[in-house]
DNA sequence: GTCTATACTTGGATAGAC
DNA sequence: GTCTATCCAAGTATAGAC
C-alpha cells in the first residue's frame, strides 16, 4: 500500500492534492456505506461523493475494498478516540449509563455503526475480507472489556461476570441495536434500553452493598 | 406476485415442475445469502446453485429482490415454528437457558440468522426493501416479546422489566452475536454466554424468591 | 498527481425458441 | 415451464494523455 509519490515529513499540517483527494474518498466511502450499504458502495458511487474521478479509487487504494478497509480505520480512529475520551469523564454507575446513550446516539445519527456493520455482511461476499475486518474490530472489543473491567472492580458482580465475556455481548447489542434501528428508522426502542439500564442502576445504588462509584486514579 | 400458470389445489402435495423450480430457487437464495452476502446473492449466482437457468429467477419472483424476500419467508417460516415447539419444552429457567443454547447453536450452524443479518445489511441498497425486510422481522420480535412475558410471569422481574423491551434486546443480541461468530468463524465466545446465563439463572434459583419454574397451562 | 478513455466482466432483465 | 440468446446498465481495473 506504498505512495509513489515523494513523500513528505510525518505529521505534516499541510495536504497536498493526493492527500486531499484521499480524505474525499475515505470520506466518500463512509457516507457510501452508510447510504447505500455494502453493495451501494462501489468505485463510482463513492468517487462521485468525494467529487474525484472513478479512476482515482484504484490509484489510491488499489482496490475498492482496500478503500473499504481504509473508512473502517478511520471511523475506529474517530470513535476510540471519543469513547477514550467519554469514559474519563465517567463517576458514577448511573453516570456511566448516561454516558454510554450520548455516545451511542452520536453513532447512531453520523452511521459511524453503519460501517461496521456493513463491513461485516460485507466479509460474506469478498474472500480475505474478513479477517482484515476482524482485525479492525478487535480494538472495540478490548476498549469495551478495559472499561467494563473497571466498572465492575471492586463490585461483588465481579465475581460473577467475566469482563471478556460482557464486552462481546455489549459489542453485539451495540450491532444488534443499530442494525435494528436503521431498519424501522426508528431508535426510540434502544434508548428505551438505556432508560431501563439506567433505572436499574439507580436501584442498585439504592440497595446499597454494590460499588457504583469508581476509584478515580 | 401471482403465478400465470393453472393453479392446483392448495395444500397439494403433488409438486409440479414450477413449485419444484420455486422451491430449489428459494434454497438457493438461502444458501447464496448464507455463502456469498447480500451483493454476492445474484441472480446467476442463486440459479447455479438452484441448478436451473438464471432466466427463471425473473420469470417465477419477477426480481432478486422478490425472491430473497421469499428466501426470508421461508427461513421466518421454519425458524418460528421450531421455536414454538422449543418454547413448549420449556419448564423451569435453567432448562430454558439450555433449549435456548441449542437453538442458538442451531440458527448458527444452519445460516439462518445469516440470512436475517444479510438481509437487514442489504436494505441500504435497495430501495423499498427496507418495509418489506421489517414487516418480516416483526414476528420474530413478537415470538420473543411473549416467551419474554411468560417466563417472567409470576416473577418479580416481571416489576422491573417490560417484554417489549427484553424482546428487542434479545433479538438484536442474537443478531450482533451471530455477526461477530460469523466474522471470527468461532462462536465459542456466544456459547460462553450462554455457560454464564445458565450459572446466573441457577444462582437465582438456589436464593429464592424468585420464581423459576414455569406454570404449564 | 489527476483525468479521460477504454477494455473487460458481471448482473438485471426481456424476447423468443422449444 | 424451461432454456438460449441477447440487450443494456453498472462495476472493476488499466493505459495513456495532460
Known sequence: MARSGAKRGVGSAVSSGSEETRRALVAGAI??????????ASAREIARRAGC?????????GSVANLLLAALDEVSRIRLTRYQSAVAAVGSLGN??????SIFK??????????????IAGT??????????????????DFAAAAVR??????????????EEVAHAV??????????????????????????AGQIAGLLSALGGVSTTREKP
Open 171 to 196: 459489542v453485539a447489542l451495540y450491532l444488534g441495536l443499530e442494525m435494528l434501528a436503521h431498519l424501522d428508522g426508528d431508535r426510540s426502542p434502544a434508548l428505551a434500553l438505556f432508560d431501563r
Open 53 to 61: 474521478n472513478q479512476g482515482l479509487v484504484f490509484y489510491h487504494f
Open 106 to 119: 452520536e453513532d447512531l445519527d453520523a452511521g459511524y455503526i453503519s460501517v461496521l456493520a456493513e463491513m
Open 31 to 40: 457516507e457510501a456505506l452508510c447510504e447505500e450499504g455494502f453493495s451501494g
Open 124 to 141: 460474506s461476499s469478498t474472500p480475505g475480507l474478513g479477517v482484515e475486518v476482524a482485525a479492525r474490530i478487535a480494538p472495540w472489543r
Open 150 to 163: 473497571d466498572t465492575l472492580a471492586d463490585s461483588p458482580l465481579a465475581q460473577l461476570l467475566a469482563p
Open 96 to 101: 456511566l449509563v448516561e454516558i454510554a446513550e
